[in-house]
């Protein structure tokens, strides 16, 4: 049996009240894709009431602990050691245009150091979630990040940029935390990109590192200005060599 903290177990149940709200707003989408008003304000507004599902959720157990959203910013409480690190919706085109593909993301980070990350998939119905000295895991099976070593056997993926500037085989999937999540897992190799948010990255850092992966040091960056790469152990050196001049 599995043995996660208590932190780790009020975030996937908070993911999963949120998703629910997630789906049933999914299929309302299709509908509003043939609208003359369009999906756009609704997908705001999916987004804002998530985030405030999530928060509420947090808060029930760690009143004092304080948080850093995408859709809010800063909200600064008691405890400013303990922050949650929240993307309600990673991929709000995608689900704009009714792709299934995006995610809840929250990380816990105490000081400088994240403890705990998780990323949900609703959709799919995967999640992933990892802690600090304590591994990452599927659904509750160990991920592992892949083992190949040559580029050529590789997939890589980051944004337009990344995909525009690098040559290796590459990807472009609109959700930054399930690329992350995928690397973990071994189904990508490797991601980058410049200038993405912490909310974005924070929860998929930890995964990757958990999962025997690397990832550069992010804390020299501000917190909607990092620049990012990460991937496998096997592979990272011959990743970078391609990223000298991105």
């Known amino acids: 049996m599995l043995s996660i903290s208590a932190n780790l177990n009020i975030m996937i149940k908070a993911a999963e009240k949120a998703s629910k709200s ?31 599902i999530l928060i509420e959720e947090l808060s029930k157990t760690k009143k004092n602990y304080s948080f850093l959203t995408e859709e809010t910013g800063i909200i600064k409480n008691k405890d400013n050691e303990n922050t949650w690190i929240i993307d309600p919706i990673d991929g709000t085109t995608n689900f704009l245009h009714g792709i299934p593909h995006f995610a809840i993301s929250i990380a816990l980070m105490s000081k400088d150091e994240l403890l705990s990350g998780l990323i949900f998939d609703p959709i799919k119905d995967e999640m ?8 990452a895991f599927l ?5 592992r990040v892949s083992k190949k070593n040559s580029l050529d056997e590789c997939l890589f993926s980051s944004n337009n940029e990344g995909v525009k500037f690098s040559n290796l085989n590459m990807r472009c999937s609109g959700s930054a935390s399930l690329d992350l999540a995928y690397v973990a897992a071994g189904r990508l190799d490797g991601y980058f990109q410049n200038k993405i948010n912490i909310w974005d990255v924070a929860a998929g850092i ?9 990832v550069n040091d992010i804390h020299k960056f501000e917190v909607n200005n990092i620049d990012i790469r990460a991937s496998s152990a096997a592979i990272n050196d011959k990743m970078l060599e391609n990223l000298v001049n991105f």
Do not use: C, W, Y
């Not at 992933?128 to 591994?135: C, H, I, L, S, V």
């Not at 659904?139 to 991920?143: A, P």
């Not at 990757?208 to 992966?213: D, K, R, S, V």
């Open 206 to 214: 930890l995964m990757i590192t958990e999962a025997g992966g690397i």
């Open 128 to 135: 992933f979630f990892a802690e600090k000295n304590n591994g």
């Open 139 to 143: 659904n509750n099976q160990r991920l």
């Open 22 to 52: 997630i789906i049933r707003d999914f299929g309302e989408i299709e509908k509003l894709q043939v609208s003359k008003k369009g999906p756009h304000d609704f997908v705001t507004k999916t987004d804002k009431h998530v985030e405030k």
